[in-house]
């Protein structure tokens, strides 16, 4: 993603930048990516009014993602998954965004019961905000640890850069309570910038066989660990630096060592119960009688060695002058400072960042510490900006934790009297909502993201509106039918959400696309019972004829067709259950599918019961019945007067039987006018294809007797007439 700045915003030293219009598929792996031509407007036109983010939807790319998945991006789904879940729980918990006017009163103005109702309530959300951003931040650092082997060197850079902006933004913005915002400020400047490093510590603490006595021991290495708040290292570098033999040699020194050792051991657990004070007392006071302790030593090594030590006091007792002699950095003095001035007081750290840039100075050229400063100065746009250069996902969220807390209230205010003095109308838009619904677009082409895009779009997470509600519920609409269901709980999922938001249309795509499927896998019932959904006696809608057709295809040639030609059932036990009633009492069939499947449950009827003289009558009036039925294709009647040929040469025909037979024949000769080349083109390939193994079948029963078969329908039906001409005349005979 690529930025560019713009003029979007009256706010001194805050150049307003904004996305660029072309984003990429979020579903890339970083080492095969593919710009995408997706034009969205910008931020800044957006934000003014301009049109809504039109949904682009590339059915390729959500086809390659349903069916080719990468550990890339199965880490990401989860990832975003997570994000999705934790900005959602906050809509579920009512967590609405904090109004800046429920500060805290001025000193001396009684409080009202319901204002302590509203700062609790204030409380609580400001806690579930923070709350939910650590969780966010948890949720990339396992989701960094899962990618960082497989992605190529500059993408594992990216998040790891990005991991550190992370650890500023919840550091000094996010953090759970204020005891704990100097731990997070170290915690993110040794991630950023590790000190010492292994090298420094390996020729020090190793290489050196009285630590204590390297001449960098205090000044430098002890110096980075205190000014880092890298206080167990410290005391175990202490205990190990063999100082010990000082007791015999100078027990001065000794003692102002294990007096260090003492301090620094207890600075943690004393920070957290909320005794920094007591414990900076104790230092002070360590420190202001240093001369005394240092005046009963005599070695000049020693003395310089103490006096090293006291400036490390003047160090942890919170001397900016000193701390400013021990980093080379802004931030390494600002998170010096924040651990040693004062703690448990938010108000001071914009203090600290000021005095640790005047005396450090910054470095704007690195991109990374310039998005540390705009954190710092409260540029939270340029921060959101920068978040959505790294990961597009993690700026949607991120920006919504922004504006619950109330971080962007100056800049949308500024927006609306600007677009008031303009134009005349207010525009209330947020920039989430433009980061989350452009994500949420993007989910749609990730198979398992399609329930993050869906519970965004109908989630109050974006901000809901009437206009938003129904151009979200269009773009709903629009996507599900191309939605894969690979199993039932899919399927289910999508009518959940169709019936919830009345999607009628697209419930009949669902099913049309989901029977077409089933059908392709050779599951005919599932296959009918999806199709028949879309079925609606009093419509005549594309989706109700498309389903019609495919359950005529299903009945007719896969099972009717299929029947006939092979002279046996369809090998499907549970279609061959149903056309027999073989089914327990509770099992459905929708009426519509036992309406379709009656001819052939006939014609099995009749296959069953071949050969079975006591069921000769019955059968041939189940020809009979199938002939006459005015919706049989005249294709299939052919083939079903064919299974009387066998039947004649035996005795067992009456004569009103035969005059049927007559009266078949000769509306088959007149219906059949016109579409004879169908009737002769399945009849071939049945003499061509006579299936092995079935004895009754009246091919094999015709080979069986002696007799050809027929070669055209026309030869047929003269050879039928023949039989019947020598069926009547042996009649009057008798």
């Not at 706010?11 to 710009?35: G, Y």
């Not at 340029?382 to 807390?405: G, H, N, Q």
């Not at 295809?553 to 009717?560: K, P, T």
């Not at 005015?630 to 299974?643: D, G, I, N, R, S």
Request: with cysteine; net charge negative; glycine share 4%.
């Amino acid at each position: 993603m690529q930025f560019a700045d713009i003029e979007m915003l009256d706010i001194p030293d805050d150049l307003s930048v904004t996305l660029m219009s072309q984003t990429e598929s979020m579903s890339d792996s970083p080492q095969d990516k593919v710009e995408k031509s997706k034009e969205y407007p910008t931020v800044q036109e957006w934000l003014h009014g301009g049109p809504d983010l039109k949904f682009q939807f590339d059915e390729n790319e959500y086809k390659r993602s349903a069916r080719h998945k990468d550990d890339f991006s199965h880490a990401q789904t989860v990832y975003i998954t997570q994000l999705y879940k934790i900005v959602e729980d906050l809509s579920n918990n009512n967590v609405t965004q904090v109004d800046l006017d429920e500060l805290d009163e001025p000193v001396g103005v009684i409080t009202l019961a319901k204002d302590i109702g509203n700062n609790c309530d204030r409380e609580y959300k400001i806690a579930k905000i923070n709350e939910a951003f650590g969780k966010i931040l948890d949720a990339f650092n396992v989701f960094y640890d899962t990618v960082k082997e497989i992605v190529d060197d500059e993408d594992a850079a990216a998040y790891e850069d990005l991991l550190s902006l992370l650890d500023c933004i919840q550091a000094n913005t996010f953090a759970i309570t204020e005891k704990q915002k100097p731990e997070l400020i170290i915690r993110w400047i040794n991630r950023y910038d590790p000190k010492p490093d292994n090298l420094f510590i390996d020729a020090v603490m190793y290489d050196t066989p009285q630590p204590y006595l390297h001449p960098l021991f205090w000044n430098l290495y002890l110096g980075d660990l205190l000014t880092r708040g890298m206080f167990p290292q410290a005391v175990l570098s202490l205990q190990n630096s063999k100082y010990d033999e000082l007791k015999d040699t100078c027990p001065e020194l000794h003692t102002i060592i294990s007096d260090l050792i003492t301090v620094l051991d207890a600075y943690t657990s004393m920070a957290l119960k909320g005794q920094f004070a007591e414990w900076k007392y104790t230092v002070c006071g360590y420190r202001d009688n240093f001369k005394k302790q240092k005046a009963l030593i005599t070695d000049a090594r020693h003395i310089a060695i103490a006096s090293q030590i006291h400036d490390l006091l003047c160090v942890i007792s919170g001397l900016p002058k000193t701390i400013s002699g021990f980093v080379t950095s802004w931030y390494e003095m600002y998170g010096a400072l924040a651990l040693y001035q004062v703690r448990d007081d938010d108000s001071v750290y914009d203090e600290y960042f000021k005095l640790a840039i005047a005396e450090k100075g910054s470095n704007s050229a690195i991109k990374l510490e310039q998005d540390f400063c705009d954190l710092l100065t409260q540029k939270y746009l340029r921060v959101i900006l920068a978040i959505d250069s790294y990961d597009t996902p993690t700026a949607a969220y991120v920006s919504k934790l922004f504006e619950l807390k109330g971080l962007l209230t100056n800049y949308y205010d500024d927006l609306a009297t600007k677009s008031l003095k303009e134009s005349g109308t207010l525009f209330h838009r947020l920039i989430s909502d433009y980061l989350l619904t452009r994500h949420a677009y993007e989910c749609f082409e990730v198979h398992l993201l399609v329930p993050v895009g869906v519970g965004l779009l109908l989630n109050p997470v974006v901000t809901p509106s009437s206009d938003s509600l129904t151009r979200n519920r269009q773009v709903i609409s629009e996507f599900l039918p191309h939605y894969e269901c690979f199993t039932n709980d899919d399927m289910e999922w999508a009518m959940t959400v169709c019936a919830k938001l009345n999607l009628t249309d697209t419930i009949k795509k669902l099913y049309l696309k989901q029977g077409e499927k089933s059908l392709k896998e050779g599951h005919i019932f599932e296959a009918l019972n999806m199709l028949v959904n879309c079925y609606e006696d009093v419509s005549s809608s594309d989706g109700t004829s498309a389903a019609m057709t495919k359950i005529h295809y299903i009945a007719w040639e896969l099972l009717f067709q299929d029947c006939l030609l092979n002279s046996t059932p369809v090998p499907d036990e549970l279609i061959q259950n149903i056309v027999t009633n073989n089914i327990d009492s509770t099992f459905e069939v929708h009426p519509v599918i036992r309406q379709c499947l009656s001819p052939y449950a006939v014609l099995v009827e009749y296959f069953s019961h071949l050969g079975e003289a006591k069921f000769f009558s019955k059968n041939i009036s189940r020809l009979f019945h199938l002939i006459r039925f005015k919706y049989m294709p005249q294709k299939f009647v052919p083939l079903l007067l064919a299974q009387l040929l066998p039947f004649f040469a035996e005795d067992q025909f009456e004569l009103p039987q035969l005059i049927v037979i007559i009266e078949l024949i000769d509306s088959v000769e007149l219906q059949a006018k016109g579409h004879e080349e169908e009737l002769e083109e399945l009849y071939q390939y049945a003499i061509e294809n006579v299936p092995e193994n079935v004895p009754q079948d009246w091919r094999n029963a015709l080979k069986e007797q002696g007799k050809e078969i027929p070669g055209t329908v026309t030869q047929l039906l003269k050879q039928i007439r023949k039989h019947i001409v020598v069926k009547i005349g042996q009649v009057y005979i008798k």
